[in-house]
């Protein structure tokens, strides 16, 4: 799937928003994942930089939490795509930690992990999370899978962009 592919594709089902949430976030790269190890690295001024690893799983952390203040906070700004919702335009941190408040508002996540994490360049990633969260006063588990786009900044990782499909 390309980026300059039609929006109207993108509304044809799970699979089609999968690959479209990749693509779209301009990070369609066939690069492979980390492994389980988080290696530390070094950047050329002989600074340890944080890993990509280490960063999504911060990011999932902090999204199992409801922690949206930590999840952003290092961002300049965040697109965010929810669904039911218009995808956002660029947000401030505090903007779009209250959207995420509102959207997780009356759910208990059971879990969140990574799933995939790829490196595109050397200042782009996006991160695949897995969802699963009960709805308060439920007891049905339901699963979503969350997609942040990520930009290397410094010595660490910001979240750019987060895109949550069902």
């Known amino acids: 799937m390309t980026a300059d592919r039609p929006r109207a594709a993108l509304r044809f ?3 089609a928003l999968r690959g479209a949430a990749v693509g779209l976030l301009g990070l369609a790269a066939a690069t492979p994942s980390f492994g389980e190890r988080a ?3 070094r950047s ?3 600074t340890q930089v944080e890993s990509l690893l280490v960063a999504a799983r911060r990011a999932v952390q902090a999204w199992a939490r ?3 203040a930590e999840l952003v906070g290092r961002s300049a700004s ?3 795509h929810l669904p039911g919702a218009e995808p956002s335009t660029a947000l401030r941190p505090a903007q779009a930690a209250e959207l995420l408040h509102a959207f997780a508002d009356g759910v208990a996540e059971t879990g969140v ?3 995939v994490a790829r490196a595109v360049d050397g200042e782009r990633a ?4 897995q969802r699963v969260f009960v709805v308060r006063g439920t007891e049905a588990g339901r699963t979503q899978t969350i997609y942040l786009g990520m930009r290397r900044q410094g010595a660490s990782y910001e979240v750019t962009e987060i895109r949550v499909v069902p």
Not at 126 to 129: F, N, R
């Open 66 to 68: 409801h922690d949206f």
């Open 39 to 41: 290696r530390p690295e």
């Open 13 to 15: 089902g799970p699979a």
């Open 126 to 129: 996006y991160v695949e999370a």
């Open 78 to 80: 965040i697109v965010l």
């Open 113 to 115: 992990e990574v799933v």
């Open 44 to 46: 050329p001024s002989g």
